[in-house]
């Protein structure tokens, strides 16, 4: 995924007491940044046609089940092992590294700005393509709407792929300042930094003339500032000293956007986007003279650096020697791994076709493996005089609780190679 999209980055001139200093930079990203489109075709699925429990789940108030979510149809691709996450609400709960932060980012904002920040914590993660990408200015070939990168129900319905997917509602219906966090959900990549469920908390602050009138500057300036204060002095609350620094970035529903990155296990960590809010959802808000700062922060990302946590799988471990280690209220806690047990590396080469799409292979990585998939790593690439381009994923498989067998981890590879070969028309070399 991340070869297909490309986002300038530079940084920004503006020093500050904690920002790094560094050239210019561009790198490869995914998510809601990317400018380049790509709607590859549907991955072929097989999907069991086991009966399907009817159990109901409760998300924000609305009554959900399997049916609802995973379909046999064309224009539904949420896989079973997305499911099972759904409801989950990992933020919510106060002894967990994720509701531990959530708190600690609402004390940093009820005390300076007085309790005027709304919170939302419980929002359905299953919004309208309307909410989750038109209400927000996403164009209609925007590579993140691709069913390369989201999870969508049907055509009109999709898991919400970040919490800015809230954004115009709570405008309209007159909310000035808030937060919202939740679940999100993304055909990503696999490594240690992204997971296909994850959460974020979006924050907006909207201003009104008479806030920046007196200041010398125009209001896009000054909600600019304001949220870069904002979001810096957030950063001192959470972690005193620590290395980062601001990258302009560009997303379709801030200008100017930027993105903040902390220096973390010997490199730059993406850990927010934020900007100021496109004119434009304002004023269908009914806000028409005003300006918004808005940001979404990945709450995983944070909490690593935070708490230590050097994978981030480990969020959904159940096993008590990493739950027992936080308690709520408990910023200050560093992880103390329990055990690493050995990676087991597996290299698979097949020669792709103009359908092969990375997310599409780890897709079918995590549904056979799960969690014990560590990493999957294109380390191999090349053309040969036909024109046939040959692609070598080393794929690492790894359980952060015990030592896997030899046959296990063989019976996981046969079984993703007879999946890659069954469903995405590539050929194994
Ligand atoms: C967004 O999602 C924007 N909605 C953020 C935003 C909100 C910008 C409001 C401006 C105004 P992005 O795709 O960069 O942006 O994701 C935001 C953050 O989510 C990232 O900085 C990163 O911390 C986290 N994130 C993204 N993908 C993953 C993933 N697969 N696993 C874990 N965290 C992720
Ligand atoms: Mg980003």
Known sequence: MAALTFAHHMLLSKPSFFLHSTKTIAKTTNGLNAFISASPPFLRRHKSTQTIASSLLELGGVQISKQDVVKDEPTNNVPD?????????????????????????????????????????????????KENFDEV?????????SYNDTYYIDAGTVLRCHTSAHQADLLRKGY?????????????????????????????????????????????LYAANDLKACLEGLARHLFGAVEMRWVDSYFPFTNPSFELEIYFQEKWLEVLGCGVMEQEILKRGGNTDN?????????????????????????WSTDKRFTSQFTKGQLGIKFKPFSKYPPCYKDM???????????????IVRGVAGDLAEE???????????????????ITYRSMERSLTDEEINELQWNVRDQVQGQMDVELR
């Open 81 to 129: 092992l997305i499911f099972t996450k759904l409801g989950l609400q990992l933020h919510r709960r106060d002894n967990h590294p994720l509701g531990i932060l959530k708190n600690a980012i609402y004390e940093y904002f009820d005390s300076n700005y007085n309790n005027q920040f709304n919170k939302f914590d419980d929002l359905c993660p299953i919004v309208t393509t």
């Open 376 to 394: 999957v790593q294109l380390i191999d690439n090349f053309t040969n005089k036909k024109g046939m381009t040959s692609h070598c994923y080393r």
């Open 349 to 363: 080469s097949f020669w792709i076709n103009d359908s092969f799409t990375e997310n599409n292979l780890c897709e």
């Open 291 to 315: 300006v918004a700062w808005a940001f979404g922060l990945g709450l995983e990302r944070l909490a690593m650096v935070l708490f230590d946590i050097p994978d981030i799988r480990l969020f």
């Open 176 to 220: 000035t300042n808030f937060l919202v966090t939740g679940d999100v959900y993304r055909r990503d990549s696999i490594d240690s930094t992204h997971y296909p469920v994850f959460h974020q908390m979006e924050g907006v602050r909207v201003f009104s003339p008479n806030d920046w009138n007196d200041s010398g500057m125009d209001g896009t």
């Open 137 to 145: 200015l996403v164009p209609a070939d925007h590579v993140s709407r």
